[in-house]
């Protein structure tokens, strides 16, 4: 039980961000600037080629360029000045130790365990860890220049979220590069290789592709039973625990964005594109595994605490209001409830749908043996529903009354949370939509609802001693 809990340890609720931020020290290492300039002059003057590649890091953190000094402060959240984006970043960011975590005990300890997996090698120069730990690193380079264990990585950088940039770094600091954010320019800004992570969309898919996973790169129970923390995605939670190097269109000082539906379409976009990615996942791993490449089914996907918890009777644990049969495996715990309220605001995708797709590809999931090819062809039919949630516009604004009826949704009495994921999911959504109700000019948050966070935080705690969330600040 103890060790299960670290997976959840480091949730999306950024919990210590902060003073783990803080002890990012100034200087640490990044890529040498003399060796390795040298070798990407080239790139960048490749600017026509139709190739695009990375330029590497020391391009953007120059100070005249993103790399200003300047009064970022912590205290107070204040991370964002124009032009000190990189400093934020290196400072700041858990991003830009990425890498640095490879080379720690625990990822030692985790690579150990998983000899087998990753071929002998070190996490630091396994493909396995460093697609989503720094994405950008040239392993064989490295290893060429025998960098033993040193911190070369720049581990998740500007480009790994911006794009490979050997076609926009040119442009994009001349006068005719697009300042505007419409979309003209940003497919003209596209069409070089920046990445369009403006839209919420666009973003959302970016942070899920790590976060969640997709079919090249994967957490699953094999590297979270070794020691990886499990990973858990809510993008509205996610983006309020970074410390931004940006200001959101609202936040700007020639806004002429009004009053703000930012939380709502961001809790209602992540949990859109994770259900996707969620699926997608689950697709790839059936297919692996009818092949035997891959366990099945993947505990990664269902509740841990099914399995990992001390038996007691009796239990709240054998009251299963959905009517789910009592110990069967609770699948989709982490997103499926909150997805569901969104179809109840939704016209086209309709949760009364018959047979619900969700809840097919559920009751198949919840079999000791799911079986995989009905698992793949379910999983494409829930995925082409939740993309008609996507489609119906819905998202694309939301007013007071859509705020009202989704927080409605949530609260709503026969969707009692089940376990800690339901319950974790419920309450950022309910986080989210409550600032969003206050900011579109709505009711200010009524005791009562205020009263059921408190309390759903308070039961998300774990006793002293357990290596999990001790408080919940999203
Ligand atoms: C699919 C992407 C992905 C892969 C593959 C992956 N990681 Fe991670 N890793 C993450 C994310 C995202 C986090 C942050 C999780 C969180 O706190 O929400 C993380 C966190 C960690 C942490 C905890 C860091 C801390 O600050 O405490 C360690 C250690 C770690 N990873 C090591 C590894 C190792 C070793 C491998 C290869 C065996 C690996 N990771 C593979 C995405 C990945
Ligand atoms: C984890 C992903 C991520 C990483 C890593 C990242 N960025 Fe960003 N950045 C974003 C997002 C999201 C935005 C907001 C959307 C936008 O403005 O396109 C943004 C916005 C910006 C902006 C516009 C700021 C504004 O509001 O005026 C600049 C400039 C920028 N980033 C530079 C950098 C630089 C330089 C680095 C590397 C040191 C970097 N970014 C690394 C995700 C990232
Ligand atoms: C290329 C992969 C990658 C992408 C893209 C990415 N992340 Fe991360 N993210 C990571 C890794 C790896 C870590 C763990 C770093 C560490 O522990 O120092 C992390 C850590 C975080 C953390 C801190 C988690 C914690 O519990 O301490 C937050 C918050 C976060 N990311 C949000 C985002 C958001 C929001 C986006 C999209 C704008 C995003 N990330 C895009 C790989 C990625
Ligand atoms: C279907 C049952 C099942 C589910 C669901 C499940 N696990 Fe496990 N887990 C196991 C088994 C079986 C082992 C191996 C136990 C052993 O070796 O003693 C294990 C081992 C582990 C270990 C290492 C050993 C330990 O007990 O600390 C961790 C950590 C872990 N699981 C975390 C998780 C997390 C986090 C989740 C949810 C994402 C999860 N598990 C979901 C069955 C499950």
Request: aromatic share 6%; net charge neutral; charged share 20%.
């Amino acid at each position: 039980m103890i060790r299960s809990t670290v997976a959840v340890r480091s949730i999306v609720l950024g919990i210590g961000l902060l003073g783990l931020a803080l002890a990012i020290p100034l200087n640490r290492g990044q890529a040498g600037p003399d060796a390795t300039s040298a070798e990407r002059k080239p790139a960048v003057l490749r600017g026509d080629s139709d190739v695009v590649t990375r330029v590497g890091n020391d391009s953007c953190l120059a100070r005249g360029c993103h790399g200003a000094v300047g009064p970022s402060d912590p205290t107070t959240g204040h991370f964002y000045f124009k032009g000190g984006e990189a400093s934020t970043w290196r400072t700041f960011d858990p991003h830009a130790r990425a890498y640095e975590v490879l080379l720690n005990s625990r990822s030692v300890k985790i690579g150990e365990r998983l000899k087998v997996e990753m071929k002998g090698q070190k996490p630091h120069r396994a493909k396995l860890c460093l697609d989503c730990h720094s994405p950008g690193l040239d392993v064989k380079l490295e290893e060429e220049r025998d960098h033993a264990a040193v911190a070369v990585g720049a581990g998740v950088d500007c480009e790994a979220c911006h794009g490979n940039a050997s076609r926009w770094l040119a442009p994009h600091v001349s006068a005719t590069w697009p300042q505007s954010t419409d979309k003209t320019s940003s497919d003209l800004k596209a069409s070089y290789g920046f990445k369009p992570i403006l839209a919420l969309e666009e973003r959302a898919k970016l942070c899920v592709s790590c976060h969640v996973g997709d079919p090249t790169k994967q957490v699953n129970h094999d590297l979270i039973a070794a020691g990886h923390p499990r990973l858990l995605f809510e993008l509205d939670s996610s983006l309020s625990a970074l410390p931004r190097h940006w200001q959101e269109p609202h936040e700007k000082p020639n806004a002429t964005v009004g009053p703000t539906d930012f939380h709502a379409k961001a809790w209602a976009v992540g949990q859109v594109v994770t259900t996707e990615a969620l699926l997608d996942l689950l697709k790839m791993r059936s297919q692996a595994a009818s092949q035997g490449t891959a366990p099945w089914p993947e505990f990664a996907e269902y509740d841990c605490f099914a399995c990992h918890h001390n038996l007691a009777t009796p239990s709240w644990r054998q009251a299963v209001p959905s009517g789910r049969t009592p110990g069967s495996l609770p699948w989709g715990s982490w997103n499926l409830s909150s997805v569901k309220a969104l179809g109840q605001i939704s016209s086209n995708a309709k949760v009364t749908d018959k047979p619900f797709p969700l809840d097919v590809l559920m009751a198949e999931m919840s079999q000791p043996t799911p079986d995989t090819s009905k698992v793949s062809r379910l999983a494409d039919t829930a995925s082409v529903w939740v993309k008609s949630l996507r489609d119906s516009g819905k998202l694309a604004s939301m007013d007071v009354k859509r705020v009202e009826s989704l927080i409605l949704a949530l609260r709503n009495p026969a969707a009692k949370p089940e376990n800690w994921d339901e319950a974790v999911a419920r309450m950022l959504g309910l986080v989210s939509l409550s600032k969003a109700q206050v900011d579109l000019g709505g009711q200010p948050i009524g005791q009562d609802l205020s009263r059921e966070i408190e309390s759903l935080k308070r039961s998300l705690q774990f006793p002293s001693g357990f290596d999990s969330p001790k408080v919940f600040q999203p």
